[in-house]
């Protein structure tokens, strides 16, 4: 089993949907959380960082943690086909390194 | 400063050639990671600087992989002997000292023939 669970999609939406993307993880050790979006052929992009549990808005991204399920989870509202990625989350806890660790992706297609 | 930059961001090599990959930081970030990333997966962690002391090295990175970060600035990653399971997209991130969060750079895509 990994650390890190993420269904790989893909999710295809209509222009304007609500998205709903999620991750659950099993080390109860993870305190950072963050979403990235990686377009094709390019690197992640940092969308979203959370410290420990609660939700975190910006714009139309809202990114939940919820350590006691071990869940977390990123909300796209008003999506534009722009939003057309790959959507990766990752986890670190706070050791020497703090080095990430990822779920495998999640594809999202909007649709015009 | 505009972000981590990588180079090259393609390399085509034969099995059995030895490659070698560059990854300059966002300035003043004493920490520099290499991830690794196959098709349809998330990116592995490889190994982490922290200035120029290589602190943390995964297990993927086998004895055919070594890196270094000299004077704290720039990195490289070198594979010897080149196989065709190193095929991969090989990223590089960076981060302030007091911050969790990595800045990740375009990536060196690499196909092993």
């Known amino acids: 089993q990994k650390e890190v669970e993420q269904d790989p999609g893909p999710l295809s939406v209509p222009e304007g949907a609500i998205v709903s993307l999620n991750c659950t993880y099993s080390n109860s050790a993870f305190q950072y959380f963050m979403w990235y979006r990686q377009y094709s052929r390019k690197g992640p992009e940092l969308l979203m960082y959370?410290?420990?549990?609660g939700n975190k808005e910006d714009g139309r991204f809202t990114a939940q943690v919820d350590k006691s399920s071990k869940y977390i989870s990123l909300f796209i509202r008003d999506s534009q086909p722009s939003d057309s990625a790959t959507y990766l989350c990752?986890?670190?806890?706070?050791?020497?390194?703090?080095?990430?660790?990822f779920g495998s992706g999640t594809r999202l297609l909007v649709r015009p | 400063d505009t972000g981590v930059s990588q180079d090259p961001r393609h390399k085509i090599t034969k099995r059995g050639q030895n490659v070698t990959f560059r990854c300059d930081p966002i300035s003043e970030h004493n920490r520099l990671y290499w991830y690794r990333q196959t098709l349809g997966q998330g990116p592995e962690f490889l190994t982490y600087f922290q200035n120029e002391a290589q602190l943390e090295k995964s297990r993927l990175l086998s004895d055919r992989f070594s890196a270094e970060r000299p004077k704290g600035s720039f990195s490289t990653l070198e594979i010897q002997r080149t196989e065709q399971g190193d095929s991969a997209m090989y990223l590089c991130?960076?981060?302030?000292?007091?911050?969790?969060?990595?800045?990740f750079g375009p990536g060196t895509r690499l196909l092993v023939l």
């Open positions: 990752a986890m670190s806890w706070m050791d020497s390194s703090y080095k990430l660790i």
């Open positions: 991130a960076s981060s302030a000292y007091d911050q969790e969060t990595q800045y």
């Open positions: 959370t410290y420990s549990s």
